[in-house]
């Protein structure tokens, strides 16, 4: 089975020594029938006590409390996984399920509520304009069909750009702007999906790229459908989530699958920039 060494290292830099506040820390993919975590180590500077706890979603979060003022924040994580799942084509959606649109049963409609109400329901007018070259109410359409449809939508008619700024932009400002980042883009397919009342969801993690480049970290949009389980879609790549993907957190609000979030008090000029590097390769 495939295995592969991901390193990831964030540092914050300030100008004066600044005193660091509760931060939460998501680094460690998601162990599941596809993925196994062989090992797992972090480096952090400067020093703090380290508390993991699995949140509400069954994330890995470590819990980071420190000691003493800083200039530096820095975490280096190095992880080992082992792709288990080498195939990741097939869809086996429930045959009720096939033709949008659909019911969900009633347990599934229980378990997705959450899932399913929008995030920023002040965007349903911008979705629904969006959205009406893809699908008219009245239509009968198939299911996956339609999500790979929405999923290249955003692919051929929005311009990628990285954003370095925190947060991510509102559905119908990614629209209004014609563009955006990974981030902004799974949140729009989010929020279209919960739209047309799917549950859909936002995941952080990992992309392995093309031989010879550096990883990165990235972020896609899943999409549960009754039989086949929470399905992941990547409009940035126009791809689905495949064995290149690597899951780290999935959440309901984007902000709640964050790779590092947290405080820190001085002087509000302190803050002197942030640095990010990935690296994915494969382990013989």
Same mark, same amino acid.
């Given at each position: 089975?495939?295995?592969? &060494?991901?390193?990831?290292?964030?540092?914050?830099?300030? /100008?004066?020594?600044? /005193?660091?506040?509760?931060?939460?820390?998501?680094?460690?993919?998601?162990?599941?029938?596809?993925?196994?975590?062989?090992?797992? /180590?972090?480096?952090?500077?400067?020093?703090?006590?380290?508390? !993991?706890?699995?949140?509400?979603?069954?994330?890995?979060?470590?819990?980071?409390? @420190?000691?003493?003022?800083? +200039?530096?924040? *820095?975490?280096?994580?190095?992880?080992?996984?082992?792709?288990?799942?080498?195939? *990741?084509?097939?869809?086996?959606?429930?045959?009720?399920?096939?033709?949008?649109?659909? =019911?969900? /049963?009633?347990?599934?409609?229980?378990?997705? %509520?959450?899932? &399913?109400?929008? #995030?920023?329901?002040?965007?349903?007018?911008?979705?629904?304009? !969006?959205?009406?070259?893809?699908? =008219?109410?009245?239509?009968?359409?198939? +299911?996956?069909?339609?999500?790979?449809?929405?999923?290249?939508?955003?692919?051929?008619?929005?311009?990628?750009?990285? &954003?370095?700024?925190?947060?991510?932009?509102?559905?119908?400002? +990614?629209?209004?702007?014609?563009?955006?980042?990974?981030?902004?883009?799974?949140?729009? $397919?989010?929020?279209?999906?919960?739209? !047309?009342?799917?549950?859909?969801? @936002?995941?952080?993690?990992?992309? *392995?790229?093309?031989?010879? =480049?550096?990883?990165?970290?990235?972020? !896609?949009?899943?999409?549960?459908?009754?039989?086949?389980?929470? &399905?992941?879609?990547?409009?940035?790549?126009?791809?689905?989530?495949?064995?290149?993907?690597?899951? %780290?957190?999935?959440?309901?609000?984007?902000? =709640?699958?964050?790779?590092?979030?947290?405080?820190?008090?001085?002087?509000?000029?302190?803050?002197?920039? $942030?640095?990010? #590097?990935?690296?994915?390769?494969?382990?013989?």
């Amino acid at each position: 089975m495939p295995r592969l &060494r991901i390193t990831h290292k964030t540092a914050y830099r300030y /100008s004066v020594p600044v /005193s660091f506040g509760t931060h939460r820390a998501m680094l460690r993919p998601r162990a599941s029938h596809e993925l196994r975590v062989l090992a797992a /180590s972090v480096e952090i500077e400067p020093k703090a006590d380290v508390r !993991w706890l699995l949140d509400i979603e069954g994330n890995s979060v470590a819990v980071l409390t @420190f000691a003493e003022p800083a +200039t530096l924040l *820095r975490l280096i994580t190095q992880i080992e996984v082992e792709l288990l799942d080498d195939i *990741r084509i097939e869809c086996l959606i429930d045959p009720i399920a096939r033709l949008y649109p659909f =019911q969900y /049963s009633a347990e599934e409609q229980v378990a997705l %509520v959450p899932y &399913r109400l929008p #995030s920023y329901p002040l965007d349903g007018p911008a979705l629904h304009n !969006w959205l009406s070259s893809l699908y =008219q109410p009245g239509q009968l359409i198939d +299911t996956y069909d339609l999500l790979n449809r929405l999923n290249t939508h955003i692919y051929q008619t929005l311009n990628y750009r990285e &954003r370095y700024e925190p947060g991510v932009q509102l559905p119908h400002e +990614t629209l209004a702007l014609g563009g955006g980042s990974c981030r902004d883009y799974a949140v729009l $397919m989010m929020e279209a999906a919960r739209y !047309w009342g799917f549950g859909a969801r @936002f995941v952080s993690g990992y992309v *392995r790229l093309e031989e010879g =480049q550096h990883g990165s970290t990235h972020a !896609w949009t899943e999409v549960y459908l009754p039989g086949a389980g929470w &399905r992941g879609f990547d409009p940035t790549n126009n791809k689905l989530a495949g064995i290149e993907h690597i899951p %780290v957190a999935v959440a309901r609000e984007q902000q =709640q699958a964050a790779p590092l979030a947290g405080s820190w008090d001085g002087p509000g000029d302190a803050f002197e920039g $942030m640095e990010v #590097s990935v690296q994915v390769v494969s382990v013989p």
